[in-house]
């Protein structure tokens, strides 16, 4: 696995490995011979296929014996390359069963240095379904990988389409989104929303950072220290105002949460790069006016206000 | 003023994502490990350089109105990071020199193109 040069990479290397099946990296089109078929025939096919093994097969795709390139070379040299296979082919076969996962696919591949691993039905059956490789496995892993990047890809192409949706609804209706807590793979998914969705309108793009960053830490917040919450967004003609509400469990002291640097937040949020203490006091830099009410009973109410006019 | 395809000669950098957009000029530069003091930052159009790999870093320097990332250390960022920059043509970088290391390269090169 040299090409996931990266320990970030290898982690998820590793998490893949078990979650991706043999079934789902095998090459299913088979190249396989009877055992009638002679070690010449079996030479040409390699070659043509740019393969290094084949598996010999009797009539029910049972398998019955392997052919690598090894032993065609030891049949040119022993002299019975034009003889049938039957008698000299390798009859202990290691096969994997295809609803293993890939980590015992790359087991068997480091214990028994072969190049190829016939894939058969299930455990206690000797059909071959298919063939594995270390190349497909490579191949199937940066799929997978590749495959991440893109359906974030397509999210955001989802939040376009939103926030062009919402240009087409009246102005002044409430913009409302909901936020989970700990929900951190979708945060900032609002703020996302609501800069592309004032852009349409051509807001300044001064104010239109503000409102995002506002947006976006009030977010954090939520996500981070409530069990969950709404942002609604207003845009009339002289003001944007961002209502953040959440349910709970509220800040004991909202004076001390205001001050810079002051944090609650654990190692694994600051692990991520927030949690620095910097929430409320960005927001209150980036707003014109500040509303914020906390209650230990129902939760807190920030609710910030940008002016548009001069 | 400079431009992210100088940062990328300077830092000996990797390009994993957006070779398209390497043409903006950098109006300011922030080396951060901590996103809040990224949003706080008084200006757009800046490179961040920091050693978080989340998406949120992504995220941070798209709501805040950065232009590239630059990942330190030879840190790869999240595949979740690289659909995200995709999605928004924020160029994410790759060095392996250290935080330190990056910005005062980055330093003398400014003091050089300003010398000149």
Avoid: W
């Amino acid at each position: 696995m040299t090409v996931l040069h990266s320990r970030e990479k290898l982690t998820l290397a590793n998490e893949l490995i078990y979650e991706i099946k043999v079934q789902d990296a095998m090459t299913r089109k088979l190249i396989f011979f009877s055992q009638d078929a002679t070690f010449r025939e079996i030479q040409s096919s390699l070659k043509k296929n740019r393969i290094s093994g084949v598996p010999i097969l009797d009539k029910t795709k049972n398998i019955v014996g392997i052919v690598s390139i090894d032993n065609v070379i030891t049949a040119l040299d022993k002299d019975y390359i034009n003889d049938k296979v039957k008698n000299y082919m390798t009859r202990q076969v290691i096969t994997i069963p295809q609803n293993y996962s890939l980590v015992s696919a790359i087991k068997k591949f480091e214990h028994y240095k072969f190049g190829r691993l016939p894939v058969t039905k299930n455990a206690r059956s000797s059909e071959v379904i298919g063939i594995l490789t270390m190349g497909d496995i490579l191949n199937c892993l940066l799929v997978s990988i590749q495959t991440i990047a893109e359906k974030v890809e397509k999210k955001e192409a989802q939040n376009t389409r939103l926030s062009e949706k919402m240009i087409e609804q009246v102005h002044k209706k409430h913009l409302r989104f909901e936020v989970k807590k700990a929900d951190f793979d979708n945060a900032g998914r609002v703020a996302s929303i609501i800069r592309k969705y004032l852009q349409k309108l051509n807001i300044d793009k001064q104010i239109l950072r503000r409102v995002a960053i506002i947006c976006y830490e009030a977010e954090m917040n939520i996500n981070i220290h409530s069990l969950g919450g709404y942002i609604t967004v207003e845009v009339d003609e002289s003001n944007i105002m961002i209502t953040a509400i959440d349910y709970g469990p509220g800040i004991p002291d909202v004076e001390e949460a205001m001050k810079p640097g002051f944090t609650t937040a654990s190692e694994q949020i600051r692990a991520l790069g927030f949690g620095a203490g910097m929430g409320l006091p960005n927001i209150k830099k980036c707003a014109d006016h500040l509303d914020l009410e906390s209650s230990m009973e129902t939760g807190t109410i920030l609710k910030a206000t940008i002016y548009l006019g001069e | 003023m400079m431009k992210i395809k100088d940062i990328v000669a300077i830092l000996d950098a990797e390009v994993l994502v957006g070779e398209n957009y390497l043409n903006q000029e950098i109006e300011e530069f922030a080396a951060s490990d901590l996103l809040s003091d990224v949003l706080a930052l008084s200006k757009e159009n800046f490179l961040l350089l920091t050693s978080l790999t989340s998406q949120q870093v992504v995220r941070t320097a798209e709501i805040a109105g950065g232009i590239g990332v630059v990942f330190v250390r030879g840190k790869t960022p999240e595949q979740e990071a690289i659909g995200l920059a995709r999605s928004h043509h924020i160029p994410l970088l790759m060095t392996s020199k250290s935080t330190f290391d990056a910005c005062r390269k980055i330093v003398e090169a400014k003091n050089k193109q300003e010398k000149l």
